[in-house]
């Protein structure tokens, strides 16, 4: 047998996050929260399989959350020690390779987000209510978890909280019950999904429809009543974008698709699966972001339903959803993809040349460079290719790995399926070199003509 080895990192990223010796299928999740004191409750019921047969478990999860109960298939465990963030079980026996994991725990305390190289992710505290916005590590605020995103499973997300509010996680609503001064909402998420993209959301929120052509994707908004106005107006073209994605990229993979708006200002939009939130700064009454509002739906495909199997690859993320927005541009009859592309070259070109896009390491996985040149390299793939095969190649990339993991690697070796010659010079360049490549050239015919 292996040694026993907890601490061998999953991802060299975020080195103490991540767990080894199972594989999560199914999360389910009783919670109880109370708004005016900040204080959750919490059952987590988690079904794995192990891949190995090891003495002790672990599962993620925030110092602020004591740990009450544990059980490990139905009995209790012989310990169990809850110390830096891990919490570590023991088994009285050894499960075999293969075997069922049903653990149990049983927690409570005050969530607060938890502190990174990237600020702070995870529960947060609004003005009169919550938001949770985990990437990279910030799940283990909320719920014990193998908190990396190679690890996909489905959920039931059950929330109860005081009735005034109004509480959204991912998936259906398949049961809301009121009882005395508590709701409870019931979420089912089948589709599998990263620990990271779980969400709860909780405000004086009231839902609505949005309005779309019959036979489109159901999309609604939960947001403040204040903001239904400029709402609808910044969020109108939400339907006709929902289209032009399913064109591009392939049909949108979950079964509908909501948008919170909180009644506080965020700095920055964020995506959860099925799920996009953002401020009450973003309606602003004159689409002053609908770059952005484009940039989040695109992330069901590039992210939610496509996840990286590996934190170094997060331009398959963001480079794509970064895409998506000057596609999106181009067929609302704003600039094209490719002048918006060469203007993004000539601003990247000012900047220091010290990014390497395949392996931008942990301190700058979310630098703006990382969106805007994984942008640049598909568009650089898109002209190198034209436009019908270039879009070919991204609905297979979408349909082959939904709900998947995926790697650089695997969308390069895609690629090169699409091209009749060799790619290699464009990936040495774009991916694993730092100094900027020049863009193509556009075709005299127009690689880009046929966006709209």
Request: charged share 20%; with cysteine.
């Amino acid at each position: 047998m292996m040694p026993d080895r907890l601490d061998q990192p999953i991802d060299d990223y975020l080195p103490q996050n991540g767990n080894r010796g199972y594989r999560v299928s199914r999360y389910e999740l009783e919670l109880v929260y109370k708004v005016a004191s900040n204080r959750l409750a919490g059952r987590a019921d988690i079904t794995a399989v192990t891949t190995g047969v090891r003495d002790r478990f672990a599962l993620d999860l925030s110092q602020a959350l004591a740990v009450s109960k544990v059980f490990v298939n139905g009995a209790k465990p012989a310990k169990f020690t809850h110390q830096r963030g891990k919490l570590v079980i023991t088994p009285r026996q050894r499960i075999p390779a293969g075997g069922v994991l049903a653990l149990t725990v049983q927690y409570a305390g005050p969530p607060r987000p938890l502190r990174g190289p990237w600020g702070e992710v995870g529960w947060e505290e609004l003005t009169d209510g919550v938001l949770v916005a985990s990437q990279p590590n910030g799940a283990a605020s909320w719920f014990p978890c193998d908190d990396h995103p190679s690890s996909k499973a489905s959920y039931r997300i059950s929330i109860t909280t005081d009735s005034p509010y109004y509480a959204q996680a991912n998936g259906t609503l398949v049961r809301k019950q009121t009882k005395a001064s508590q709701t409870t909402w019931v979420y089912e998420q089948p589709e599998p999904m990263s620990t990271y993209l779980a969400t709860i959301q909780i405000g004086q929120y009231r839902k609505q429809r949005v309005d779309a052509p019959r036979g489109a994707v159901p999309m609604q908004a939960v947001l403040p009543p204040r903001l239904r106005a400029a709402f609808e107006h910044d969020f109108a073209r939400q339907p006709r974008m929902m289209e032009v994605f399913a064109e591009k990229f392939g049909p949108y993979p979950f079964e509908a698709y909501t948008v919170v708006v909180t009644d506080d200002e965020l700095e920055i939009p964020i995506e959860a699966q099925g799920i996009s939130v953002f401020g009450a700064n973003h309606c602003d009454g004159r689409r002053g972001y609908e770059r952005l509002v484009a940039h989040e739906l695109a992330h069901q495909w590039f992210g939610n339903s496509l996840t990286i199997a590996r934190w170094r690859d997060i331009w398959l993320h963001e480079g794509f959803a970064c895409y998506a927005e000057w596609i999106w541009s181009e067929a609302a009859g704003g600039p094209s993809a490719d002048q918006l592309a060469r203007t993004a070259h000539r601003n990247l070109a000012r900047l220091p040349q010290d990014l390497l896009l395949a392996d931008p390491g942990p301190d700058h996985m979310f630098d703006d460079r990382v969106y805007k040149r994984g942008a640049l390299t598909l568009h650089a793939l898109r002209l190198t290719l034209g436009d019908p095969v270039f879009f070919d190649l991204l609905r297979e990339w979408t349909a082959r790995y939904r709900h998947a993991s995926i790697t650089t690697e695997e969308f390069t070796d895609l690629a090169g399926h699409y091209s009749t010659r060799s790619l290699r010079s464009l990936w040495d360049s774009w991916l694993h070199a730092r100094p900027l490549p020049q863009l193509p050239a556009l075709p005299a015919f127009g690689a880009t003509s046929d966006t709209g």
